[in-house]
Every structure is written in C-alpha cells, then in structure tokens.
C-alpha cells in the first residue's frame, strides 16, 4: 500500500494550519522590510544633520580648498589666537576646529595641523580633510620645486582591457560579477533555507516519538515512507512560506517606502559601489543596461533548469540528514551537539565557491567539490554560469539524489531500530539483518 | 512478540502465519493494534486524525468517515470531532485511540494494558465493545497484568515468565487443572469445639475466614480423592445446620503465583 501522499498530505496541513507558522509568515517579511526601512531612515537622518567645522588657517596657504557641501560648512577664522578660536566654536557649538600651525616650509606645515572637536571626530571627516589637504600640498610643493602641473595631468594614462573570449564574444568585468553575484546568491539561499527548514524536519521527525503515537503509525506504514513523507510535506510547507515571504516582501518594499516617503536608493551597500565602479571603468555608461546585457549573455536556460534541480535535491539531502538526527534521538534537546557536523559542509561549499570557483571554475578542486553530494549544489550551481558541461550536470545530479535517497533509507533503518528495539541490542549484526528486512 | 506480529520488529527465530499464510506487508489491515505506549497527534483535530489513521490501516476516506461517525454516535462522542487532542483528558484521548484500533474491522485485534489510564465506566463501555467484537467474530489478543480482565474477557491464557511460556490452554481446562478439591463451608453448631475436631478426623480441615452475617464455624476443608462434595455434605448434615457451602475455585490470579513460584 502506497500512504506517501496520505502522509505528505497530512505533514504538508499539520505545518501551514500551525498558529506560529502562520504568524510567523507574515510577520517576518514585515520585521524584515521594517527593519530595512528603518537602518534607511536612520542613515538619512543621520547624514541630514549639517557640520560646520571652523578652520583657523595661520599659514595661509590654503584659500579656496574647502567649499561648503549638503552635510558640511565650513567657517574660517581670520585674525583670531587658536584660543579664541577654540572658545568661539565651543560656544557656537560647531563640529570641530580644524588649525594649521604657521610654518615657513611645506613640510614642516603638514606635520602641524591639528583638529579640536568635542567628540571625537568622524572617520569619514578626518580622511576627507587629510586627503584634501595632502592633495593641495603636494600642488604647492610642486609649483615650489617648478614642476608643471599641467604637464603631469596631461601624462597620466589609464588602461582599460577589453575582454573577449576565443569564440568572439565580448566579456567583461561586469559579466563575471553578475556570475559570481548568482553563484554566491544561490549559495546563500540554499544555506538560509536549510538553516530555517531543516530544523522543521527533524521536529516533524522527533513528533511521533513524543506524542508516543509512533507505534500506531509504524505498525501501518513502513519508516522510510514516513521519512520520506515528512521531508516532502515539511519541505512543501517551507516552499510555501517562503513564496509568500517574497511575494508578500516584494510588495510591501514597493508600497511602504512610498507611503512612508523614504528613498531606498539612498542606502548604497559597497558591493553596489564596486559596481558601479567597474561599470564606469568600463565607460560603458547605464549599470542596470550593462547587467541586463550580463545576464543575457548567461546560459539562462540551463541556468534556470540546474538551479531548480540542484537546489531541490540539495534541499533534500540536507533535509534527510536532519531527518537521520531526528530519528536517531528521542528529543529535541539531544540534537544540538549534531547540528554543527550538519552545517560544516554547507560553509565548506559556500567558501570554496567564493574563492576557488571564482578563480577558476574549471580547476581539479572546483570540479571535484562540484560532484561531492554535500557541497555539490552549491558548488556546481556557482559553476554553471562559468559554462559546464552537460554531462557533468546530469552526473553531478545522480549522485546528488542517489545520496538522498540513501540517507532517507538509512534514517529509516535508524528510525525502526532506534525507537522500537529498546532491549535488543543494536549491535552490527543486528543492524545488517535489519537493512535485509 | 506483539511487536513481530505487527511487523514493527523481525523475529530471531521461527515465524508467524496468520490465517495459514506467514505474515506479509498486506496484512496489516487484518490487524488491529492499541500498543500499552500509545498517543495521538496532540494539535491534530480528532476527526481529522481519525480518518487519517484509517486511511493508513488501508480504508477509504468515505467508508471510514461513515464508520467512524457510527462509532462516534455509539460511544456519545460525537461533538468532539473538531476538537484537538491536547484539548482532551487522557480517559478521552484513550477512547478515540480505541475507536481507531478496532475502525477497520480487522480480524485480529490486539490490545496491550488497554484499561489502563480509564475510569470504571469508561473501562466498562470499551469491555462490553471488546466483548461485542469478539462475539462479532474477531479473534482478540489480550495482553495485561491485571488478572481480574482476564478472568472476566479470557477464553484461552498464556503465561509468560522471564519470556518463557510456562503456561497456555483455555482457562477452564486450567482451572479445573489447578483447583484442590478444597470446600469452604459455614455450620451452625451447639459445640464448635466438637464439630471441628469430628471434621478434622475425617477430612483435612483448616482455619477459613469468610465474612458472613451469623457466628457459624468457618472452615475450609480439603477432600481427598476417594470423597466427593456430596458425601462431605451430608456429613456436615448431621453436624448442624449449614449456612455456607462453597467450592474454592482459584482465581488467575493464584494461578498465576502459583505458576511462576513453581517454575
């Protein structure tokens, strides 16, 4: 008798009628968008604030170096002792006093420039005056020693490599990112979803055992449907949330910034900016043109085939192993000494991705991580964009879902022997004769 | 063994038939088993978890969902089919489990301790169900420590001691093996002191204590195997008047410690 879809049914409506689950699914893409929303803000409020900073300049070298910026005024002194100075910008609250000491050589001017301030200074503030300062020093330096500006401006070259592979088409900085984004994103979401599912499945696993129910049902149905029943429903359940997470996140990320009037695009991550630095490098003008060209360029069938293959029975082997813990203890407090062993392959993979697969994707490690089960959706799936040969793929994946279904069969084996034999010992033999049944 | 006849566990040794035919996957719907470790999916609502343990045991979802409501009526249960079983008292939850067991009609039922955990109400109704099923023609496996079920529900015992059967057959048979010819009479007499001494003489007497609502000479007295009851009555007769005359049949339970103090 085959009770599979029985048990995926019953696994798959126990888990989404759950009170938590439910909860859980809708408040977590507001937390996260809140949470968003609110680092956002809190980064334009801060920025919003104006510094004035005064400067005492009793060198007199520098005239028209600083001009006053959205978030920075600068205030100069002139005539006044640096202790005056100082008083005065304690009084009228400003941000800082920057003071250069007067000195007859350039030199010894740039080792006497100090900043009073309140608070300790910002970072931000203290490298930018260094830079500005430096950079017009080092101007007048030249023009003391009779070096023509205009001349060493004119000299300066960049190089700007054009990348084509052997077949004729045109590659690029941009093109490898995007790879590398896909690979590593793929590789985060796959680690993200086994972190928060995986646990489901071995509670869902643990459950008949506490409710003691686990007789009734093993005297009707045999384990390894059980445990595969379980990994499904679980695992449908998990797909459920999390399509809604990112329908129910999208749009709230669309409609709340609106209503609440804040400017995402204000909040520029640094990978953002290495982005567009390489995209302006590249003098190729629009970023979001260049990616669009990028991803074309990206075997996307393939892509999008592999990634839904790889994924799912990546999701299944990891999901098999919590169901093996599961079945091997009696409760959940027993099972936190195994998660570590569990996860070790995951970051195992998601780092030999980031750096060997990105250095070359078709070296002796890269390709041998790709066809080890455990870090084989990972690493294969950072690989594709790199082009893989089909055959590989399809290997890659036998051995992947050959493994799952050997674990759920032998967390069956564990399950029947574990929980039932109290008594009989579990000794080798034992287990060989029990692998026959 | 119960666990080698619901295939949970293989045997070391030997096999089991069931109907003629040796135990298979299929079977499983011929069998019913209330296991003494028993629960139910506590968030699962009552009816729901009910039709689905049917299902497993093989039933459709119609067929079970007809019977389970018939059954439901029966026990006066029938409100708690949206209820969820963490909502239940433990007597509740046993009740249901019960209704499960025994939903599909199986050939052979198995039941493991199954009044543990019940009030004396309760374990009456799910008796008189036991007895109903076995009269319906199910053959019942009736495990327990608790000597009066047997005595009341059992036709045929078996004995296991240290995973030994030192005892089996129908329980009549055994008792008749294990009584001792002993009667347990009562009589009103002038003297007691002689009375007694008269009956020692002739048969082998002891101190017997009864409650009765006279003060009469209690005594239990053994025959040998040349008397017979009636001739120990009619002495008795001509001692005085009998109040109280009794053969002492022994219970399983002092069957069951006289069993295993002799193995």
Same mark, same amino acid.
């Given at each position: 008798?085959?009770?599979?879809?029985?048990?995926?049914?019953?696994?798959?409506?126990?888990?989404?009628?759950?009170?938590?689950?439910? /909860?859980?699914?809708?408040?977590?893409?507001?937390?996260?968008?809140?949470?968003?929303?609110?680092?956002?803000?809190?980064?334009?409020?801060?920025?919003?604030?104006?510094?004035?900073?005064?400067?005492?300049?009793?060198?007199?070298?520098?005239?028209?170096?600083?001009?006053? *910026?959205? *978030?920075?005024? &600068?205030?100069?002194?002139?005539?006044?002792? =640096?202790?005056?100075?100082?008083?005065?910008?304690?009084?009228?609250?400003?941000?800082?006093?920057?003071?250069?000491?007067?000195?007859?050589?350039?030199?010894?001017?740039?080792?006497?420039?100090?900043?009073? $301030?309140?608070?300790?200074? $910002?970072?931000?503030?203290?490298?930018?005056?260094?830079?500005?300062?430096?950079?017009?020093?080092?101007?007048?330096?030249?023009?003391?020693?009779?070096?023509?500006?205009?001349?060493?401006?004119?000299?300066?070259?960049?190089? %700007?490599?054009?990348?084509?592979?052997?077949?004729?088409?045109? *590659?690029?900085?941009?093109?490898?990112?995007?790879?590398?984004?896909?690979?590593?994103?793929?590789?985060?979401?796959?680690?993200?979803?086994?972190?928060?599912?995986?646990?489901?499945?071995?509670?869902?696993?643990?459950?008949?055992?506490?409710?003691?129910? /686990?007789?009734?049902?093993?005297s009707?149905?045999?384990?390894?449907?059980?445990?595969?029943?379980?990994?499904?429903?679980?695992?449908?359940?998990?797909?459920?949330?999390?399509?809604?997470?990112?329908?129910?996140?999208?749009?709230?990320?669309?409609?709340?910034?609106?209503?609440?009037?804040?400017?995402?695009?204000?909040?520029?991550?640094?990978?953002?900016? /290495?982005?567009?630095?390489?995209?302006?490098?590249?003098?190729?003008?629009?970023?979001?043109?260049?990616?669009?060209?990028?991803?074309?360029?990206?075997?996307?069938? %393939?892509?999008?085939?592999?990634?839904?293959?790889?994924?799912?029975?990546? &999701?299944?082997?990891?999901?098999? =192993?919590?169901?093996?813990?599961?079945?091997?203890?009696?409760?959940?407090?027993? *099972?936190?000494?195994?998660?570590?062993?569990?996860?070790?392959?995951?970051?195992?993979? /998601?780092?030999?991705?980031?750096?060997?697969?990105?250095?070359?994707?078709?070296?002796?490690? $890269?390709?041998?991580?790709?066809?080890?089960?455990?870090?084989?959706?990972?690493?294969?799936?950072?690989?594709?964009?790199?082009?893989?040969?089909?055959?590989?793929?399809?290997?890659?994946?036998?051995?992947?879902?050959?493994?799952?279904?050997?674990?759920?069969?032998?967390?069956?084996?564990?399950?029947?022997?574990?929980?039932?034999?109290?008594?009989?010992?579990?000794?080798?033999?034992?287990?060989?004769?029990?692998?026959? &049944? | 063994m119960i666990?080698i006849i619901n295939?949970?566990?293989?045997?070391?040794?030997?096999?089991v038939l069931l109907d003629g035919q040796?135990l298979?996957?299929?079977h499983i719907k011929d069998i019913g088993y209330l296991?003494?470790?028993?629960?139910?999916?506590?968030?699962?609502?009552?009816?729901?978890?009910?039709?689905?343990?049917?299902?497993?045991k093989?039933?459709? #979802?119609?067929?079970? #969902?007809?019977?389970? !409501?018939?059954?439901?009526?029966? +026990?006066?249960?029938?409100?708690?089919?949206? #209820?969820?079983?963490?909502?239940?008292?433990?007597?509740?939850?046993?009740?249901?489990?019960?209704?499960?067991t025994v939903l599909h009609e199986p050939k052979l039922l198995i039941f493991d301790?199954p009044?543990?955990?019940?009030? @004396?109400?309760?374990?009456?109704?799910?008796k008189?169900e036991i007895l109903r099923l076995k009269n319906e023609g199910a053959t019942v496996i009736f495990s327990t420590?608790?000597?009066?079920?047997v005595?009341?529900l059992c036709d045929h015992i078996a +004995?296991?001691?240290?995973?030994?059967?030192?005892?089996d057959g129908n329980l009549?048979?055994?008792?008749?093996?294990?009584?001792?010819?002993?009667?347990?009479?009562?009589?009103?007499?002038?003297?007691?002191?002689?009375?007694?001494?008269? !009956?020692?003489?002739?048969?082998?007497?002891?101190?017997?204590?009864?409650?009765?609502?006279?003060?009469?000479?209690?005594?239990?007295?053994?025959?040998?195997?040349?008397?017979?009851?009636?001739?120990? !009555?009619?002495? !008795?007769?001509?001692?005085?008047?009998?109040?109280?005359?009794?053969?002492?049949? @022994?219970?399983?339970?002092?069957?069951?410690?006289?069993?295993?103090?002799?193995?």
């Open positions: 008798m085959n009770h599979l879809p029985l048990i995926i049914k019953r696994e798959y409506l126990t888990k989404v009628r759950n009170k938590s689950f439910v /909860v859980m699914t809708i408040l977590s893409p507001l937390i996260m968008i809140g949470l968003i929303l609110l680092v956002t803000y809190l980064s334009q409020l801060n920025n919003n604030k104006v510094k004035t900073v005064a400067i005492l300049d009793e060198s007199g070298v520098i005239k028209e170096l600083f001009e006053d *910026t959205e *978030t920075t005024k &600068y205030h100069r002194f002139d005539n006044v002792t =640096l202790e005056n100075a100082k008083q005065i910008s304690k009084e009228k609250e400003y941000y800082g006093l920057l003071h250069i000491d007067e000195h007859s050589n350039l030199e010894n001017i740039s080792k006497h420039v100090n900043f009073y $301030s309140e608070d300790s200074p $910002s970072l931000t503030l203290i490298s930018d005056l260094e830079f500005k300062l430096g950079e017009e020093l080092t101007n007048l330096k030249m023009i003391e020693e009779d070096i023509d500006l205009q001349k060493i401006e004119a000299s300066k070259i960049s190089v %700007n490599i054009n990348q084509e592979n052997f077949s004729g088409e045109k *590659t690029s900085k941009i093109d490898s990112m995007t790879k590398i984004a896909f690979g590593v994103a793929t590789g985060y979401l796959l680690f993200m979803f086994i972190i928060i599912y995986g646990n489901m499945i071995m509670r869902s696993v643990i459950e008949e055992k506490t409710s003691r129910i /686990v007789e009734i049902i093993i009707s149905v045999k384990p390894v449907q059980l445990m595969l029943g379980k990994i499904i429903g679980t695992s449908l359940a998990g797909v459920t949330q999390f399509v809604i997470w990112i329908v129910l996140g999208s749009i709230l990320m669309v409609v709340l910034p609106l209503v609440l009037g804040i400017d995402l695009s204000q909040m520029q991550t640094p990978q953002q900016q /290495v982005l567009q630095q390489a995209v302006e490098s590249q003098g190729s003008g629009d970023l979001l043109q260049s990616i669009f060209f990028a991803v074309r360029s990206l075997p996307l069938l %393939n892509l999008v085939i592999a990634f839904v293959l790889f994924f799912l029975s990546g &999701y299944l082997l990891y999901s098999s =192993l919590y169901a093996a813990i599961g079945a091997a203890v009696d409760n959940e407090t027993d *099972t936190q000494q195994f998660m570590l062993p569990i996860i070790m392959p995951l970051i195992l993979a /998601v780092y030999v991705g980031g750096f060997t697969v990105i250095e070359d994707p078709h070296g002796t490690v $890269s390709t041998i991580f790709s066809f080890i089960p455990l870090t084989s959706p990972v690493v294969m799936l950072m690989r594709i964009p790199f082009g893989v040969p089909i055959w590989q793929q399809v290997l890659s994946l036998m051995i992947l879902i050959g493994t799952f279904m050997f674990t759920v069969w032998f967390a069956a084996k564990i399950y029947r022997v574990g929980i039932l034999m109290y008594g009989k010992k579990t000794s080798y033999k034992e287990l060989i004769k029990w692998i026959k &049944y | 666990r295939q949970i566990t293989m045997p070391d040794t030997g096999q040796a298979q996957p299929h296991p003494e470790e028993r629960g139910l999916y506590k968030s699962m609502k009552v009816g729901e978890q009910a039709l689905y343990l049917a299902q497993l093989g039933m459709q #979802k119609t067929e079970a #969902k007809k019977r389970l !409501l018939e059954w439901f009526e029966r +026990l006066d249960i029938g409100d708690w089919w949206n #209820k969820k079983i963490q909502e239940l008292s433990k007597g509740m939850a046993q009740k249901i489990q019960f209704v499960v301790e009044f543990s955990g019940f009030d @004396p109400i309760n374990a009456n109704i799910i008189d420590h608790r000597m009066e079920s005595e009341e +004995l296991l001691h240290k995973s030994n059967k030192i005892l009549m048979a055994i008792k008749k093996q294990y009584k001792t010819n002993t009667y347990e009479v009562g009589i009103n007499a002038e003297n007691h002191g002689v009375v007694e001494r008269a !009956l020692a003489e002739r048969f082998s007497t002891t101190a017997a204590d009864f409650r009765t609502i006279g003060n009469e000479l209690k005594l239990n007295v053994k025959l040998s195997e040349k008397d017979t009851a009636n001739d120990l !009555l009619s002495y !008795l007769t001509t001692q005085g008047q009998v109040s109280h005359f009794v053969e002492l049949i @022994p219970s399983v339970n002092d069957i069951f410690i006289e069993a295993v103090k002799n193995n």
